[in-house]
T-cell receptor, first 111, second 113 residues
Framework: KAGVTQTPRYLIKTRGQQVTLSCSPISGHRSVSWYQQTPGQGLQFLFEYFSETQRNKGNFPGRFSGRQFSNSRSEMNVSTLELGDSALYLC??????????FGPGTRLTVT | AQSVTQPDIHITVSEGASLELRCNYSYGATPYLFWYVQSPGQGLQLLLKYFSGDTLVQGIKGFEAEFKRSQSSFNLRKPSVHWRDAAEYFCAVGANTGNQFYFGTGTSLTVIP
């Protein structure tokens, strides 16, 4: 069974731009969570989607948003990019609560 | 509020030596606990998990972890480390409202040949 895939793997954007990252979960998994990983803050939870509805949300500004489609694929969007948004963005999918499988991540660099 | 502490930022061990990575958690109810490993430039791979029952859990790659409620700990162990085990290790606790995990800051493992 294919794992979690994330596209693109690497991205370079300029301050003020917006970006959309994509995540395809493992087949059959209906929950998708997003995390931001930075050297200073570590791994921080952004939000979780389950059956197209946001089920949990972390403590990030409204510039960070997401959505989930009927096929469980998810996208996250960051608007008005700041230098501090440079990070590895990880997506995780889950069939059951509390067992998450992570993708390889998207490395976002904001210049 | 849930939180996880990994006291050791970096650990160096010789190949073949035993390993123990420490993890302490704070959680008001029965915790769901996890250990993940991350190789450079990669995502996180689940090593093992604890939900309930036997407090000693076995995982992949020869790892095990022991849940000790009295000490609020979930330490990861391996009897004999291989050079391929060099990576970053993360302990996590699951919230009780879906798939919202709280991660520790990680322990970087270096293995000396």
């Amino acid at each position: 069974k294919a794992g979690v895939t994330q596209t693109p793997r690497y991205l370079i954007k300029t301050r003020g731009q917006q970006v959309t990252l994509s995540c395809s979960p493992i087949s059959g998994h209906r929950s998708v969570s997003w995390y931001q990983q930075t050297p200073g803050q570590g791994l921080q939870f952004l939000f979780e989607y389950f059956s197209e509805t946001q089920r949990n949300k972390g403590n990030f500004p409204g510039r960070f948003s997401g959505r989930q489609f009927s096929n469980s694929r998810s996208e996250m969007n960051v608007s008005t990019l700041e230098l501090g948004d440079s990070a590895l963005y990880l997506c995780a999918s889950s069939l059951l609560n509390y067992e998450q499988y992570f993708g390889p991540g998207t490395r976002l660099t904001v210049t | 509020a849930q939180s996880v502490t990994q006291p050791d930022i970096h650990i160096t061990v010789s190949e073949g030596a035993s390993l123990e990575l420490r993890c302490n958690y704070s959680y008001g109810a029965t915790p769901y606990l996890f250990w993940y490993v991350q190789s450079p430039g990669q995502g996180l791979q689940l090593l093992l998990k604890y939900f309930s029952g036997d407090t000693l859990v076995q995982g992949i790659k020869g790892f095990e972890a022991e849940f000790k409620r009295s000490q609020s700990s979930f330490n990861l162990r391996k009897p004999s480390v291989h050079w391929r085990d060099a990576a970053e290790y993360f302990c996590a606790v699951g919230a009780n409202t879906g798939n919202q995990f709280y991660f520790g800051t990680g322990t970087s493992l270096t293995v000396i040949p």
